[in-house]
C-alpha cells in the first residue's frame, strides 16, 4: 500500500488468503501464509477499526505460533505478533486476559533473545510496554518498576545515533514521569527531562517516533510546569518540518499533516508569550501552521530556484529529491529489521543537506524563517497575529521598526470556539429575521475581548488611523470577522471606520507574495470567468450582468479582457486560460466541503473545479483573484489552522492577492461592490494595481453602508495578502 490507498490492502489481503489456500496443513511455507495474512488483518484494524480483522489475526498468529516450537528460528517472531495483537485488543476492549497473556508472550520473547542478540532491544521495549499498560490498569508498583529498568535496559542498547534512541528516551522518560506522578520522588522528575533534553540533540532525518516523543516531551513539561518546556515546543516543531519534509506534497498525506501538527503552533506561541520570548513566539506559530501550503511552496520553489543556481545546485535537487523519496519509503515501512536501511539513507540524506546549505544563498535550506525575515511584513503597516491556545488567548502585533508588542486578551480558548459556532451557525440564516441582532452581539464581543484592546494597542504604537493593518489568526478564531469588530453603537467608531484591514494565512505567505516582481510595463490580461448554469447546480442569475459591469469598468484598461460564460466556463477552460492570464474575476457557485476540504470547489459548466486541481495546476505569474463565490474562506473544521480553503488555494498558487468571501453573497450587493471595487483599482497611470485592492474594497463596503445594506453584507468580502 506504498501511496495509502485502501484498496491495495484489501486486495493484498484476498492475495494472502489465496496464497494460504494453496499451502494446506504440513507445508512447510504454511507459517509465513499464516504470518503475512494476519499482519495484513492487523494494518486494516488499525486503519479502519473492525473487531473482526483483529480477532482473525490473532487466531492466525496463534495457528503460527503452534509451526514455530522451541528452538524454530523464528519462535520469537511469531511470540511477538501474537503478543503485539493481544495487546491492541486489549487496548480496544479491556479484557484483562489479553493483556496478561501478551506480557507473558513478550516475556519469552525476551528469554530468546539473550545478550549480544539483535533483536533484544526491540523485545525489552516490547515487554516494558505492556507492562506499563498493566501498570495503568491496575496500578501495581512492581509493573512501573519493572517496566522502568527494561527501558534502561533498551536504551543501553541504542546508543545516539540508532534510529530507535528517541522511541527508548521516550519510554523511559515517560515511565519515571508517571512513577514521579505516583510518589513524589523529585530525582525521577530530573532524569525525565535529563532524558527527554537529549531528543534535541537528533540531527538526522525525523521519524514519526522522534515526533511523538518530542510532543510527549511538551505535554509532560506543560504539565509539571517545567522550565524545558519552550525548548521541547523548539524541538518538536523542527521535528514536524523535518518529517513533513519527507512526505511528498500531496493532498493524500494531509491528514498525516493534521495530525502531527493538532493544537502544538498554537501552544507553542502561548508558552512563547509566557516566557516572554515575543519573538520566538512569531517564529514557531509560523513554523508550525499552514504545513502543507509551505510544504506545497517548498516543492515548487525551493527546487526550481537551487536547479537554477548553477550545475551543482541541480544535480544536489535531483540527489535530495532521490534520497527524500527513499527515506519516505523506508519510513513508510519502518521495521526493526529494516532500521540499518534507514540509518544508511539518513546519513546520505543528512549529508546532502549540509552540502546544499554550503551554497551561496541556501544556508536557511530546510529551515523555517527567522523572526528578522518575518519582522519584513509590517513595513508597510502591522501584523496582528491572534493566537487561541489550551493555556492562554492572545494577540502580538508585529510591527517593522521595533519589537512585537503583547496583547493580552482576556477570553478562553473554550470561550474562542463557543464564539466561532455561534458565528458559523448565525451565517447559515443571515437573510432572515433578527439576524442583524445577533451578528452586532457577535461583533460587539469580538471588538470588547479581542479587536478593541488591539486598537488600543496599535494607537499607543503611533499607528494612525486609516492605516492598512493584516490580521494573522490562528485555531478558532480564523473563522470569526475580525476585521467587522466593533460596539456598533452611536458615536462609537467600529474597525471598518479605523484602520483598512486584510488577512495572511501566515507571515512567510505575506514574504513570498510580495517578493513577487510586479511586472509594471508588462501587458495586463484579464480573464473573467462566471458559470450560472453549473453542472446539477442552481442557476444564478446575477452572474452575466457581474461580468458585464466587470467588462465594462476593464476592457478600455487592460491589454486583454477574454470573457468565459456558460458552457465555454469548463473545468479545463478555466485552467487553461489561467496559463496566460494574470488577473481573474470568477463568478459561481462556491462549494465548501469542510470534512473534505481538498474537494472544495468552484461549480463550473462540466463539474467541480476542485482545490486539487488548483493544486495541480503551475499558472505563470497570476497577480489578482476576485472569488464572487460563497464560502470562499470557509475551510477545514477540524484543522483551521492548515486554511486549506479555495481563497488560500488560489492565493497559494501565485497570486499575490486574492477577495474571497466568508459566506453566502446576495447578488446584487456582489453587483454593487465589484462595480465600486475595480473602479478604485486603477492607479494614477491607468493600469490595474493589486496593492491597491484593499483600498478599493474598502472604498466600495463604505458606499454600501451608505445605502444601508444589511450588516452581513457589508462585511462578507475579505481581502487575503499584499
Not at 695 to 718: C, D, G, S, T, Y
Request: glycine letters at 6%; charged letters at 20%; proline letters at 5%.
Amino acid at each position: 500500500m506504498r501511496r495509502g490507498d485502501p484498496s491495495d490492502l484489501d486486495e493484498s489481503i484476498e492475495l494472502y488468503r489465496a496464497a494460504l489456500l494453496l499451502r494446506p496443513p504440513g507445508h512447510s511455507d504454511r507459517s509465513d501464509s499464516l504470518s503475512n495474512l494476519a499482519v495484513g488483518l492487523r494494518d486494516r484494524f488499525m486503519q479502519r477499526g473492525d473487531p473482526s480483522d483483529l480477532d482473525e489475526s490473532i487466531e492466525l498468529h496463534r495457528a503460527a505460533v503452534l509451526l514455530h516450537p522451541p528452538g524454530h528460528s523464528d519462535q520469537s517472531l511469531s511470540l511477538n505478533n501474537l503478543a503485539v495483537g493481544l495487546r491492541a485488543r486489549f487496548t480496544q476492549r479491556g479484557d484483562p486476559y489479553d493483556l496478561d497473556e501478551s506480557i507473558e508472550l513478550h516475556r519469552a520473547a525476551v528469554l530468546l533473545h539473550p545478550p549480544g542478540h539483535s533483536d533484544q532491544s526491540l523485545s525489552l521495549n516490547n515487554l516494558a510496554v505492556g507492562l506499563r499498560a498493566r501498570f495503568t490498569q491496575r496500578g501495581d508498583p512492581y509493573d512501573l518498576d519493572e517496566s522502568i529498568e527494561l527501558d534502561r535496559a533498551a536504551l543501553l542498547l541504542r546508543p545516539p545515533g540508532h534510529s530507535d534512541r528517541s522511541q527508548s528516551l521516550h519510554n523511559l522518560a515517560a515511565s519515571l514521569a508517571g512513577r514521579f506522578t505516583q510518589r513524589g520522588i523529585p530525582s525521577d522528575l530530573d532524569e525525565t527531562f535529563s532524558l527527554f533534553s537529549q531528543l534535541s540533540q537528533i540531527s538526522h532525518a525525523v521519524s514519526r517516533k522522534d515526533l511523538a516523543a518530542a510532543k510527549s516531551w511538551v505535554t509532560t513539561a506543560e504539565e509539571t510546569n517545567h522550565g524545558s518546556a519552550l525548548v521541547a515546543y523548539q524541538t518538536a516543531l523542527k521535528f514536524l518540518d523535518q518529517h513533513v519534509g519527507l512526505l511528498s506534497s500531496s493532498s493524500r498525506h494531509f491528514d498525516v499533516v493534521s495530525m502531527a501538527t493538532a493544537s502544538l503552533a498554537v501552544d507553542a506561541f502561548s508558552c512563547s508569550i509566557r516566557n516572554g520570548a515575543l519573538a520566538t513566539a512569531v517564529e514557531l506559530v509560523e513554523q508550525g501552521r499552514a504545513v502543507f501550503w509551505t510544504q506545497l511552496t517548498r516543492f515548487r520553489t525551493t527546487f526550481d530556484e537551487l536547479s537554477a543556481a548553477h550545475h551543482a545546485g541541480a544535480a544536489l535537487a535531483e540527489e535530495f529529491k532521490q534520497l527524500s523519496f527513499r527515506l519516505r519509503n523506508a519510513f513508510d515501512q519502518s521495521t526493526e529489521d529494516q532500521s540499518p536501511q534507514i540509518r544508511q539513507v539518513t546519513i546520505e540524506w543528512d549529508d546532502v543537506v549540509s552540502r546544499i546549505r554550503m551554497l551561496p544563498d541556501f544556508s536557511r535550506f530546510l529551515l523555517p524563517p527567522l523572526f528578522s525575515d518575518l519582522q519584513k511584513t509590517a513595513e508597510e503597516g502591522p501584523v496582528i497575529i491572534v493566537n487561541a491556545s489550551q493555556y492562554s488567548c492572545d494577540a502580538l502585533i508585529v510591527l517593522s521598526d521595533r519589537d512585537p508588542v503583547h496583547v493580552p486578551i482576556d477570553i478562553t480558548q473554550t470561550e474562542v470556539s463557543d464564539l466561532s459556532k455561534k458565528f458559523q451557525s448565525l451565517s447559515k440564516e443571515f437573510g432572515s429575521f433578527d439576524t442583524q441582532h445577533k451578528l452586532v452581539r457577535i461583533l460587539w464581543k469580538l471588538w470588547h475581548d479581542i479587536v478593541g484592546p488591539v486598537v488600543q494597542a496599535l494607537g499607543a504604537s503611533n499607528v494612525h488611523p486609516g492605516s492598512r493593518i493584516w490580521w494573522c489568526p490562528t485555531a478558532e478564531f480564523t473563522l470569526l470577522p475580525l476585521h467587522a469588530a466593533g460596539p456598533y453603537e452611536k458615536k462609537r467608531d467600529s474597525l471598518p471606520h479605523i484602520y483598512i484591514s486584510s488577512y495572511t494565512p501566515t507571515l512567510a505567505t505575506l514574504v513570498r507574495a510580495r517578493q513577487q516582481v510586479s511586472r509594471d510595463a508588462s501587458p495586463q490580461y484579464f480573464v473573467a470567468i462566471g458559470q450560472g448554469k453549473p453542472d446539477g447546480g442552481k442557476p444564478l442569475q446575477c452572474v452575466a450582468p457581474e461580468l458585464a459591469v466587470v467588462a465594462q469598468r476593464l476592457t478600455p484598461i487592460v491589454s486583454s479582457f477574454t470573457s468565459l460564460e456558460d458552457s465555454d466556463a469548463t473545468v479545463k477552460a478555466a485552467v487553461d486560460v489561467l496559463n496566460h492570464d494574470q488577473w481573474l474575476h470568477l463568478a459561481c457557485h462556491g462549494m465548501p466541503n469542510r470534512k473534505q476540504p481538498f474537494e472544495s470547489s468552484f461549480a463550473m459548466r462540466d463539474g467541480p473545479l476542485m482545490i486539487k486541481d488548483i493544486i495541480r495546476s503551475d499558472w505563470q505569474n497570476p497577480e489578482f483573484a476576485f472569488l464572487s463565490a460563497c464560502h470562499t474562506t470557509v475551510g477545514d473544521e477540524k484543522s483551521p489552522d492548515e486554511s486549506i480553503h479555495l481563497a488560500a488555494a488560489m492565493q497559494f498558487s501565485g497570486f499575490r492577492s486574492v477577495i474571497g468571501s466568508m459566506w453566502s453573497v446576495d447578488d446584487e450587493v456582489a453587483q454593487e461592490v465589484v462595480s465600486g471595487f475595480y473602479g478604485n483599482l486603477v492607479d494614477g497611470s491607468g493600469r490595474l494595481d493589486c496593492t491597491r485592492a484593499a483600498m478599493a474594497l474598502h472604498k466600495a463596503v463604505k458606499k454600501l453602508r451608505r445605502n444601508n445594506v444589511p450588516l452581513e453584507q457589508q462585511i462578507i468580502f475579505v481581502r487575503i495578502i499584499v
